[in-house]
């Protein structure tokens, strides 16, 4: 994350604090606390672990150990952090990257209140074992309060902006999606590909193209792929199964728009192309055409 | 008390559980790969790469993790991309593993042909702890 967008998720650290109501003296308390928890502050991990196994996300969102293990050795330095209570530009930037880590993963919120309550439960009760007068005590639990909300505050804030921006780009994503037949000659369709294939879009193309075929009994159709964000295994087997039913309804259909870099990775990939007609221009593709349909083109 | 600081992590996680998470995963990666210094056949190479592996996980395991981060190895750096899902696992690696390409067009697990596009190839598995497909790519 840059400085620049942290500007976009981001107050000043004044203006956290101010929101809060977080005053010095609140950031002494929870470093008392903390003080007073002292060396069992790693036994949280187990403490939490415990606790967490019994939920049925656990599975789901910890099933790694690799990644188990980094997000217990992170959650170490949060806490760590959080009892220092040095609340500056890297702790707010800290606590922002806990969000985009929460949001990536897909972590649905009512799990991360539910850790963040629990951790509270267990330094409160499991790890703490006195040492602070009761009035240091009962000042620590407000002060503990409050900065764990500003916390939350920087997290939920952080994860629902990202969760806002997948959404978007999902949306764009099936927005580009549609399929614009167009016969642009007498006999000659042409359709260009922009975006993703996935099989649903495939299966779209591959009906608006034999409907458009039918209705203009059109010898040609050419399918412009210079625009497909990726051609792997799948998505070729998709356009191969459109050129060979086109074929079928007694259509010529060629692929143009291969660029170098997706010719060589498909033969990469060992895709057998067969007889499928590709070119590399769109131009290559209409001259073959109007060669197939019998029409030349010369200048006036 | 704990005082150990990890490396700002920059590996990218992505939740795959529709085509359309695939979708947006591989989007992001090719534009990260663009950012990041590959050129545009390395990343064409990359991003059909990680394709082929992370619809496997949508075809046999359903639901899964696409990762990637960036790594170096002596003067190489590049990136590592990991599909990881808790699926039944591949029986037989090694059958997987070989070129079954068939004129109907089906190309099994398109595995041998990732392994073809990419400079390190990786594959565990397993029916306890699912499947893990790693790669790597070199920037040229």
Same mark, same amino acid.
Request: proline share 3%; glycine share 8%.
């Given at each position: 994350m840059t400085n620049?967008s942290q500007?976009?998720f981001l ?59 980094r997000v217990?050795?992170s959650q170490?330095d949060h806490?760590?952090s ?7 530009e890297a702790y707010l930037a800290t606590r922002v990257q806990l969000g985009e880590a929460h949001a990536r993963i ?34 620590? =639990? ?9 916390d939350?505050?920087i997290v939920?804030d952080t994860f629902?902006?990202l ?13 580009? =999606? ?27 193309? =591959? ?46 259909? =060629? ?46 | 008390?704990?005082?150990?600081t990890p490396a700002r992590d920059q590996s990218h996680v ?127």
């Amino acid at each position: 994350m840059t400085n620049e967008s942290q500007g976009e998720f981001l107050g000043s650290v004044e203006e956290h604090l101010l929101i809060h109501g977080i005053k010095p003296d609140d950031l002494e308390n929870v470093r008392k606390f903390g003080a007073a928890i002292g060396d069992r502050m790693p036994e949280y991990i187990r403490h939490f672990y415990a606790w967490l196994e019994t939920r049925p996300d656990y599975r789901e969102y910890f099933h790694d150990g690799d990644l188990l293990g980094r997000v217990q050795s992170s959650q170490i330095d949060h806490w760590q952090s959080f009892f220092d209570a040095r609340v500056d530009e890297a702790y707010l930037a800290t606590r922002v990257q806990l969000g985009e880590a929460h949001a990536r993963i897909g972590l649905p919120l009512p799990s991360y209140f539910a850790g963040v309550s629990q951790s509270f439960v267990i330094f409160t009760e499991k790890l703490y074992e006195g040492g602070l007068s009761p009035e240091e005590h009962a000042a620590s =639990m407000i002060s503990i309060v409050k900065l764990l909300n500003l916390d939350t505050t920087i997290v939920v804030d952080t994860f629902s902006k990202l969760v806002a921006e997948q959404f978007a780009e999902q949306s764009m994503a099936l927005a580009e =999606m549609s399929t614009p037949v167009t016969a642009i000659w007498d006999d000659i369709l042409m359709l260009p590909i922009v975006g993703i294939i996935d099989s649903n879009r495939a299966q779209d193309v =591959m009906a608006a193209v034999l409907a458009k075929i039918m209705e203009t009994r059109a010898k040609v159709f050419i399918m412009d792929i210079s625009g497909v964000a990726v051609v792997d295994t799948a998505v070729a087997n998709h356009l191969i199964k459109i050129t060979k039913a086109t074929k079928l309804m007694g259509c010529e259909c =060629m692929i143009s728009g291969l660029s170098p870099a997706i010719a060589q990775t498909i033969v990469d990939l060992g895709i057998e192309t067969g007889d499928v007609r590709t070119t590399t221009t769109l131009r290559d593709a209409l001259e073959v055409g109007f060669a197939t349909i019998g029409v030349s083109v010369s200048r006036a | 008390m704990l005082r150990t600081t990890p490396a700002r992590d920059q590996s990218h996680v992505h939740r795959i559980k529709s085509e359309l998470d695939l979708s947006v995963a591989l989007a992001q990666l090719r534009k990260w790969s663009m950012v990041n210094g590959f050129d545009a056949p390395g990343a064409t190479r990359l991003v059909t790469a990680a394709s082929e592996i992370g619809r496997n996980i949508l075809k046999y395991a359903g639901k899964g993790e696409l990762r990637y981060r960036p790594v170096a190895e002596g003067r190489k750096t590049g990136v590592e991309v990991a599909a990881v899902d808790q699926g039944p696992g591949i029986a037989d690696i090694e059958l997987a593993m070989q070129d079954r390409s068939s004129s109907s067009g089906t190309l099994g697990l398109g595995l041998p042909g990732v392994k073809r596009l990419v400079d390190r190839f990786d594959i565990n598995s397993s029916p306890e702890s699912g499947t893990h497909v790693t790669f790597r790519l070199w920037k040229r």
